[in-house]
Nanobody, 127 residues
């Protein structure tokens, strides 16, 4: 049984940093394309960052490029999202997701194409 469990969210001030974690069980994250999405209140779920763990395969939404970094720890089978210079508009529930790596390039920003999802972690940024 596949489980993705996010953690690390919280309430921070604008300009601060947070590091989200996505602990995977039932799958090895390196064998999947992994992504972070977020959903703000009243808005659609949107792609934030993703990687299929081959050279040059990391993608970021324009809104977070240069501020957020996706990475992984094989020993912990965990994917991270380092978020720096947080802005009030980054406030959302952040979700971790996994899909087959061969689908990544065509579907990386389409939530419906991902096979597995975590429960989400809330990030709130005060101004």
């Amino acid at each position: 049984q596949v489980q993705l469990v996010e953690s690390g969210g919280g309430l921070v001030q604008a300009g601060s940093s947070l590091k989200l974690s996505c602990a995977a069980s039932g799958l090895t994250f390196r064998r999947y394309a992994m992504a972070w999405f977020r959903q703000a209140a009243g808005k659609e779920r949107e792609f934030v960052a993703g990687d299929r763990w081959t050279g040059g395969s990391t993608l970021y939404a324009d809104s977070v490029k240069g501020r957020f970094t996706i990475s992984g720890d094989d020993a912990k089978n965990t994917v991270y999202l380092q978020m720096n210079s947080l802005k009030p508009e980054d406030k959302a529930i952040y979700y971790c997701a996994a899909e087959a790596p061969e689908d990544f390039w065509f579907n990386y920003n389409r939530p419906g194409q991902y096979d597995y999802w975590g429960q989400g972690t809330q990030v709130t940024v005060s101004s």
